[in-house]
Nanobody
Framework: QVQLVESGGGLVQPGGSLRLSCAAS????????MGWYRQAPGKERELVAT???????NYADSVKGRFTCSRDNAKNTVYLQMNSLKPEDTAVYYC??????????????????WGQGTLVTVSS
């Protein structure tokens, strides 16, 4: 039906930058909120940033001023630009989207979709 595919994770030194991408595909009618969450080892998954279809963003206090969330509605893609990375940013980052899709019966359905996760490691 609908899937999210993330890319862009990896190993970076403290103070460095990474850009994550997440593309949605499938029988999509529209996508409302898209966002990023992360889960560090031994911790619960937490919100990083969200963005509405109109471009309104929301950030966790821990990433404000360092991370920027943006999206390309025409490509059903959301991005997370991460600057001034810290070791405490190390986590698996998950993309999330609230999607309206068209099912096999041509009906419109709401669905919350998660990506498979991409690992970001900040270490010297």
């Amino acid at each position: 039906q609908v899937q999210l595919v993330e890319s862009g994770g990896g190993l970076v030194q403290p103070g460095g930058s990474l850009r994550l991408s997440c593309a949605a595909s499938g029988s999509i009618f529209s996508i409302n909120v898209m966002g990023w969450y992360r889960q560090a080892p031994g911790k619960e998954r937490e919100l990083v940033a969200t963005i509405t279809s109109g471009g309104t963003t929301n950030y966790a206090d821990s990433v404000k001023g360092r991370f920027t969330c943006s999206r390309d509605n025409a490509k059903n893609t959301v991005y997370l630009q991460m600057n001034s990375l810290k070791p405490e940013d190390t986590a698996v980052y998950y993309c999330n989207a609230g999607v309206i899709y068209i099912d096999y019966a041509r009906s419109y359905r709401n669905l919350e979709v998660w990506g498979q996760g991409t690992l970001v490691t900040v270490s010297s």
